[in-house]
């Protein structure tokens, strides 16, 4: 079981940029696909974004498609979230977990503090 710890978060303007990392613990991160989540005060936890297990295969919502970008580095047992054009329906606590597929995004392992991301001007 892999155990991941989501930072990076904070307070930005809108069109702004932020880069989240998600730490994970474990030697068979290397395995896993992995996709970020958000939840919206009051909304469903969404699936944005799921590289897959090498990092040559990525997936987006079409609400962040353009403007996110997920990638991996797998020596470093980090997966990130590189966030620009930041808009305020951004707006929210994200997270990472393991994934059944990075189009399906389906997560299955345990949820994370998350990351406070807010945008705001």
């Known amino acids: 079981q892999v155990q991941l710890v989501e930072s990076g978060g904070g307070l930005v303007q809108p069109g702004g940029s932020l880069r989240l990392s998600c730490a994970a613990s474990?030697?068979?991160?290397?395995?896993?696909?992995l996709g970020w989540f958000r939840q919206a005060r009051g909304k469903e936890r969404e699936f944005v974004a799921g590289?897959?297990?090498?990092?040559?295969?990525?997936y987006y919502a079409d609400s962040v498609k353009g403007r996110f970008t997920i990638s991996r580095d797998n020596a470093k047992n980090t997966v990130y979230l590189q966030m620009n054009s930041l808009k305020s329906e951004d707006t929210a606590v994200y997270f990472c977990?393991?994934?059944?597929?990075?189009?399906?995004?389906?997560?299955?392992?345990?949820w994370g503090q998350g990351t406070q991301v807010t945008v705001a001007s």
């Open positions: 977990n393991v994934i059944t597929s990075i189009q399906a995004g389906v997560p299955y392992g345990s």
């Open positions: 474990g030697r068979t991160f290397s395995v896993y696909n």
């Open positions: 590289i897959n297990w090498s990092g040559n295969s990525s």
